[in-house]
């Protein structure tokens, strides 16, 4: 006779996967059903524990946030794994570029992909002034949060910059001259361009330091107009240097938000 | 140190070392003992393996720094100058611009706007390059002869078969370059030396060839 009945059996097969070595050494915690092992479950986690463990109810309010934040980052996300799908047919070469634009549109399955990349990016830099507006209104950029407020700032520059390196990168009319128009900026940097304020003042004698080959513009486009040298650099930096920096320090702006008392809210 | 402490701690030693421990620990004392200026007793010196003494360590440290410091510093200089190219894959500043009777008079010639983005205009009386870079924001303007005008596709600026701009947004006239005769009789146009309508540099003798 048994004195209790079996118990059924996915309740079993759950104990005994729950029990192998291999489980454990993944999740160091029970399951989240109380608030320590809830509180073990973000922080035993890379990708959670960035974030905090508790939050204020107001933080997760709409109303409050309007998320944009999260939606900035989602955006980022949704960049990142669209123009990684884009970079195994894109060619960042004057003979290849825009005809792989092209192809990527009318050859390529899921033409559309492309077009997500392109409409993510106008939606990632409409919310993250969106973003530093809600901020603004409502002070949370006042002390301590001052020093995230300008990792903010510096953010919000990379997303501009990661706007107008890809802008080239389509290599049809409209990018070549706005990308020309661009850079031309950079001819009046301070010291740095040929065009700009003191640049004069750094010559040996008639022999200039500072011309048309060696400015700051010349140092970003690789030549001195858009050419293939500016393509492959615009793609490089689209693609890894400016992603790589502003991946670190979205790192440092989340982490900073938990430190310096949670999302927003009053201190 | 730690051989001495050994040494001390058990006083009959080992039958298979029995004169080494006391004399490493002697070596190893000494350097502590003795005061850091003037010169170390012979004995320790002998046994001293490596040569290494304090006051060579102390001023290793910061030869030492200064090095590292040095080698971080012109690494990074030199990955900054890898982003200047030294060979240009671009068409060369100056360039020879064939005879001058190949130019009909009155005309602006297009030929040479695609390579080397120039103009040459052929006067009555001479030879004017003009490069083909808009003043206002640096796009490539289009000759447009029916209209007898330079026009930029960008922001609408215009300018006179001069140069001199007279509509859009254009702020100042576009650069003529030099432009002069070369030994062989072609005309020989160099970008690399422009000259300003508004700085007064096209009376300049090679802003203007006469013919």
Redesign the interface.
């Known amino acids: 006779m048994a004195t209790k009945p079996p118990e059924p059996i996915l309740t079993r097969t759950w104990d005994y996967i729950t029990e192998t070595q291999i489980w454990r050494s993944i999740f160091r915690h029970g399951m989240p059903s109380n608030s320590r092992n809830r509180a073990l479950a973000v922080m035993t986690n890379v990708f959670l524990h960035l974030h905090p463990v508790k939050i204020r109810k107001s933080g997760i309010r709409l109303k409050f946030t309007w998320c944009m934040g999260g939606l900035t980052f989602f955006l980022f996300l949704v960049e990142t794994f669209t123009g990684l799908l884009l970079m195994f047919y894109y060619r960042p070469t004057v003979a290849f570029a825009y005809m792989d634009i092209i192809d990527l549109a009318e050859q390529v399955p899921l033409g559309i992909m492309r077009e997500l990349h392109r409409w993510g990016a106008h939606a990632m830099v409409i919310s993250v002034w969106l973003h530093m507006f809600r901020v603004f209104m409502t002070g949370s950029y006042k002390p301590p949060r001052e020093f995230n407020w300008n990792v903010g700032v510096i953010l919000l520059v990379l997303t501009l910059l990661l706007s107008f390196t890809g802008y080239l990168l389509p290599w049809d009319q409209l990018a070549i001259?706005a990308i020309?128009?661009g850079s031309?900026m950079a001819r009046a940097t301070p010291f740095l361009g040929y065009e700009g304020p003191g640049a004069q003042l750094l010559a040996l004698g008639d022999v200039k330091m500072v011309h048309a080959?060696?400015d700051a513009r010349?140092?970003l486009l690789?030549?001195?107009?858009v050419?293939?040298?500016a393509l492959l650099r615009f793609y490089v930096l689209h693609c890894v240097g400016i992603p790589l920096v502003a991946g670190i320090l979205m790192a440092i702006h989340f982490w900073r938000v938990r430190k310096d008392g949670g999302i927003s809210g009053p201190m | 140190m730690s051989d001495g402490q050994d040494s001390a701690s058990n006083p009959s030693p080992a039958p298979g070392a029995p004169a080494a421990p006391p004399a490493t620990a002697a070596a190893a004392a000494q350097p502590a003992a003795a005061p850091p200026a003037g010169a170390a007793p012979s004995a320790a010196k002998s046994t001293e393996p490596s040569g290494l003494t304090r006051r060579l360590f102390l001023w290793s440290l910061p030869v030492g720094w200064v090095a590292f410091a040095g080698a971080c510093v012109s690494s990074l200089i030199a990955s900054g100058r890898s982003l200047f190219p030294n060979v240009l894959f671009e068409p060369p500043q100056s360039f020879k611009a064939g005879f001058p009777s190949e130019y009909n008079v009155g005309e602006v010639d297009v030929r040479w706007k695609d390579a080397f983005g120039v103009w040459i205009v052929r006067e009555p009386d001479g030879f004017y390059a003009l490069l083909a870079v808009c003043t206002h924001l640096g796009c490539s303007p289009n000759w447009l002869p029916t209209e007898n005008k330079f026009k930029c596709p960008c922001h609408g600026s215009g300018f006179y078969r001069t140069g001199i701009n007279f509509e859009g947004p254009a702020p100042r006239p576009l650069e003529r370059a030099r432009v002069v005769l070369a030994d062989d009789g072609q005309l020989l146009v160099d970008k690399s030396v422009k000259f300003q309508q508004e700085k007064g540099e096209w009376e300049n003798a090679e802003a203007f060839l006469k013919a």
């Open positions: 001259w020309t128009v031309n080959g060696s010349f140092a690789g030549g001195r107009f050419g293939e040298g």
